[in-house]
């Protein structure tokens, strides 16, 4: 009994049954009306308990942690849920995560039909190194008819370590490699004292190569012929 849970559909459906007790104080014939919705309802949670609690391995669920958290970046946490039962059910996912998050209203709902697994993730992103410790995972289970859950518990206390950001880390290493096999490693070599252009083409002093002065040398007469002639 320490699982079972009274969901809200069970309190509107007496709240309106109240509703037509008093109504049958100014017109009796909802006095009966009102008896056998409130029997009807109270069967209904019967039921409803039976179809729940009566597969002690309803659902499957499994937390994928990843090995360590990356301290200052998006850390996935991943869900798997499968649905043993033989109809589709609603689940409300309540998973104890490290303080340090101060999230105090996580929760996740799902529908899962018959047989099916469900995979979902949510995003923790601490802010300081240390050790992060997960607890239970819980999975509270309500059949179609929706007045009672049933608990389920799942994989307690999980510790992982947050080190300084290692993510970027990686995208960086591969922005680096990347852009390093698109170069194909070609470099670019600067070569010294050997040039064609005219504005970086010096006079002869000596001790300069006399083939490099000459070749320069004829190179500026054409240039110069050229300018003569276009003028």
Do not use: W
Not at 96 to 113: A, G, L, N, V, W
Not at 139 to 144: D, G, K
Not at 194 to 205: L, R
């Amino acid at each position: 009994m320490k699982n079972l849970y009274i969901n809200t559909r069970f309190f509107f459906a007496l709240i309106g049954v109240g509703i037509l007790y008093v109504f049958a104080f100014f017109f009796p014939f909802l006095m009966i009306v009102a008896h056998i919705i409130l029997v009807l309802c109270f069967l209904a949670v019967m039921v409803d308990y039976l179809f729940v609690f009566n597969h002690k391995d309803g659902i499957l669920a499994q937390r994928i942690l990843p090995e360590k958290l990356s301290n200052g970046d998006e850390n996935p946490v991943k869900i798997d849920i499968k649905n043993n039962y033989g109809f589709k059910i609603h689940v409300k996912v309540i998973d104890e995560i490290p303080f340090q998050f101060q999230k105090r209203d996580f929760m996740i709902e799902k529908q899962i039909e018959s047989g099916k697994n469900s995979f979902f993730q949510y995003i923790l992103e601490p802010k300081e190194r240390g050790e992060y410790n997960f607890g239970s995972l819980n999975v509270y289970v309500s059949s179609p008819l929706g007045f009672v859950s049933k608990r389920f518990n799942f994989q307690k206390d999980a510790n992982l370590p947050a080190y300084p950001s290692f993510i970027h880390l990686r995208k960086y290493e591969l922005m680096a490699i990347q852009s390093e096999f698109l170069l194909g490693g070609i470099k670019k070599i600067r070569k010294l004292g050997h040039t064609m252009e005219f504005e970086q083409i010096k006079e002869y002093v000596p001790g300069d190569d006399i083939r490099n002065h000459q070749l320069e040398s004829h190179f500026k007469d054409q240039s110069f012929d050229g300018e003569s002639v276009s003028g």
